[in-house]
């Protein structure tokens, strides 16, 4: 089975703190995400990156920066973090390539839930 | 932009019940559609997902269906149970070289299944 773990269930830092989420995946998916979950507003996402050390900006990615030093692994980073970014963090993960798998289902972790105080 | 729409936005049903939960996006375009399935401060489990070409998807209980031209898709819950409740999500993955497998999600439909 496809594993998405990411480092923290729940998170509590304070406002101007710097932020690591982590996500692990152990599947060799060359595709990773980041979305966040807001009530009312669904997921949205953040950053994407589609090979070691790419990266792209998604919808909203203001106020983040991502990682990839390694195909496994994807970091998020809230700077400097602000209220506004408490939420459900979300990281996934799929194949880029469709000769990979028929299916391209994308993974989901089990989500992190950041408060900044 | 694609945009997804699910109806409804919560549903409430008797055990014992089939149930529908509606789907639709506004580019037929796509690449694929998957069915998620979140329990509360959970995240997302993958539920099913239909390629483009295909038609229907069925895993146990479930049943998906797509109909791309129209921009719809349905999933079918049967005999639905209390342990079904929960908030199914459905997105799209756009077609195109260059979408790396993004997705675009729905609201989300709250299904509670009461005995």
Redesign the interface.
Known sequence: DVK?TQSSRYLVKRTGEKVFLECVQDMDHE?M?WYRQDPGL??R?IY?S?DVKMK?K?DIPEGYSVSREKKERFSLILESASTNQTS?Y?C?S???LAFRS??????????T?LTVL | KQEVTQIPAALSVPEGENLVLNCSFTDSAI??L?W?RQDP??????LL?I?SSQREQTSGRLNASLDKSSGRSTLYIAASQPGDSATY?C?V?DAGGTS????T????TILTVHP
């Open positions: 998405v595709n995400f669904g997921l996402l994407f589609y792209e998604g459900m979300l996934a799929t194949y880029g028929s299916y391209n289902e994308q993974f989901f972790g089990p989500g839930r | 690449y694929n998957q998620f401060g959970k995240g997302l489990t993958s997902l390629q999500l997105a993955r790396y497998g993004k997705l999600f729905g609201q989300g």
